[in-house]
């Protein structure tokens, strides 16, 4: 009788800790997005954190910062911040329709950057559209859409 309740108490905590370490927890959760920060962040975002100096776009490493932003996105989908960073790396990967979805994902949140830079991807495509994101990026105060909706 006992040997049953033993067995039944290793798989179960067997189970617990497979479902445990499949889901990513708080810490590295918090490990991929200060990753995704230090990858993938702006010079020109002012959202990103503070002790951050920003990647310039064509020195983004894609391969680690698209592991590390996607994981990050992953962890939370709600943050317009990783959405951002993580069309940057899409799109300096040269894939323009997903760094689109994800600039458009993260400018309908309010990200003022990620609007300036759906406005330049929208350009050739749907010039009005991409002057309406100028036009609210540089509503909120965003260089880059004020320099693009003058330009």
């Known amino acids: 009788m006992t040997s049953r309740f033993l067995r039944f108490g290793c798989l179960l905590s067997a189970a617990t800790f497979l479902s445990l370490s499949a889901a990513p927890g708080p ?3 918090q490990t991929a997005v200060a990753d995704c920060d230090r990858l993938a962040a702006s010079p020109l975002d002012s959202t990103r954190p503070t002790n951050i100096a920003g ?34 790396v899409r799109l300096q990967s040269g894939d323009l329709a997903e760094a689109e979805a994800y600039f458009l994902q993260a400018a309908v949140a309010g990200h003022a950057l990620a609007m300036a830079n759906l406005g330049a991807l929208m350009e050739e495509t749907a010039p009005q559209d991409a002057f309406t994101w100028y036009k609210e990026s540089a509503y909120l105060g965003q260089v880059l859409g004020q320099y693009n909706l003058v330009d």
């Open 27 to 29: 810490v590295a959760a």
């Open 55 to 88: 990647v310039e776009l064509s020195e983004i490493d894609t391969a680690s910062a698209m592991a590390a932003c996607t994981a990050a996105y992953e962890a939370d989908a709600s943050d317009p911040r990783l959405s951002y960073q993580l069309g940057r």
